[in-house]
């Protein structure tokens, strides 16, 4: 199994509940395909940096998850038919980005707690 991580912007005229059902959604396609979550996050509302349909902003999320190679091609599949996920990248991680991402996901942590 590789570790992958997945970021998507929602469209920003959805409510709290749609966001979360969306996010929902995405990730139990990831489960039902036999992949494991590590981390998710939700970034928030983000300016983007030029307008996508006519939008200039967006609902930015991540999951971090180990999976099988096969289950990308499931989850952009279901990206590509949600009319709500305006942008979406998913990338392999290597060894130094896994790494990289646990210090990251400790230091987010930390942060959570603060506030």
């Known amino acids: 199994m590789n570790q992958y991580e997945t970021v998507f912007?929602?469209?920003p005229v959805l409510s709290d509940d749609q966001t979360k059902e969306t996010v929902a959604k995405f990730k139990k396609i990831l489960a039902d395909n036999g992949a494991e979550i590590v981390s998710e996050e939700?970034?928030?509302l983000k300016k983007l940096a030029y307008q996508i349909e006519k939008k200039n902003s967006g609902f930015y999320f991540l999951i971090e998850f180990k999976a099988e190679p096969a289950v990308i091609k499931t989850l952009e599949?279901?990206?590509r038919r949600d009319e709500k996920v305006i942008?979406?990248?998913?990338?392999k991680l290597e060894?130094?980005?896994?790494?990289y991402a646990e210090k990251r996901r400790k230091k987010y942590a930390t942060k959570s707690e603060e506030a």
């Not at 942008?87 to 990338?91: L, N």
């Not at 060894?95 to 790494?99: M, N, P, Q």
């Open 77 to 79: 599949t279901a990206y």
């Open 95 to 99: 060894k130094y980005a896994i790494e």
């Open 42 to 44: 939700a970034w928030g």
């Open 87 to 91: 942008r979406f990248q998913t990338v």
């Open 9 to 11: 912007i929602l469209t």
